[in-house]
């Protein structure tokens, strides 16, 4: 099991750990800054150093038994179990994400409809809700930018499976639940305007998404409204 840094600090940019095991160009570590790919947010990439030598971390991803493992760009010359390491992320690139998973839960505040699916990229996003009636591009836009001008917080908490259970309500999303075999479930609240289960990396408050505007509308379906965004700044 590894220790999830991220999950406490997702401003945390770097740190010291030592390899747990590797194997071909899979490394894993004691404890990691790097997010594993999952609910639509794609795995941190960056870099790992030790012994004057450093290797490109290229994904990374959640192993069955609560590993996270590190995939390296070649398989020549890794980290060995008991290595000491010194792990650095690509921040601009997380920092994206960031901005734009927080600016994925504004567009679900303003839209309020089960979410279906989704996607998020350091260059657009998209969030697939269940509903019928047209997307108005404008009043959504119009409504992402007073929430991020509000500069609401961005806080978490824990809840135990028995708790989520009894609030169903707080799962917007129908395509992927919060795991059944993990005993508390960490929730992310925005203000008084958003709060529901969420692993993801978050800014600190709204004000630092920055402007982020609805670029495209697709209808996938009868009850399906594709909605993209984008960064602007």
């Avoid at 989704?118 to 929430?147: A, T």
């Amino acid at each position: 099991m590894s220790t999830k840094l991220y999950i406490e600090d997702t401003y945390s940019k770097s740190n010291q750990t030592v390899v747990c095991d590797s194997f071909e160009n899979e490394i894993i570590l004691d404890q990691t800054v790097f997010y594993p790919h999952g609910g639509g947010q794609p795995g941190d990439t960056g870099e790992l150093q030790w012994n004057d030598k450093a290797i490109k971390i290229i994904n990374t991803y959640n192993n069955k038994d609560g590993s996270i493992v590190h995939v390296a760009a070649d398989m020549k010359d890794i980290p060995r179990s008991g290595d000491t390491v010194i792990t650095s992320i690509d921040w601009v690139r997380r920092y994206l994400h960031m901005r734009m998973h927080t600016g994925l839960h504004l567009l679900g505040s303003v839209l309020k409809y089960g979410v279906t699916g989704g996607n998020i990229s350091s260059e657009k996003s998209r969030l697939d809700f269940d509903m019928e009636e047209p997307v108005d591009k404008e009043y959504v836009n119009s409504q992402l930018e007073k929430l991020v001008s509000e500069d609401h917080q961005v806080t978490s908490s824990w809840i135990t499976q028995e708790e989520l259970k009894k609030k169903p309500e707080l799962i917007r999303t129908m395509s992927v639940r919060p795991p059944e075999n993990a005993n508390n479930i960490r929730l992310v609240k925005i203000g008084n305007i958003d709060l529901q289960p969420c692993g993801g990396t978050h800014v600190k408050s709204t004000g630092e998404v920055g402007k982020i505007l609805v670029s495209k509308v697709e209808k996938k379906g009868k009850r399906n409204r594709r909605v993209n965004v984008k960064l602007m700044n």
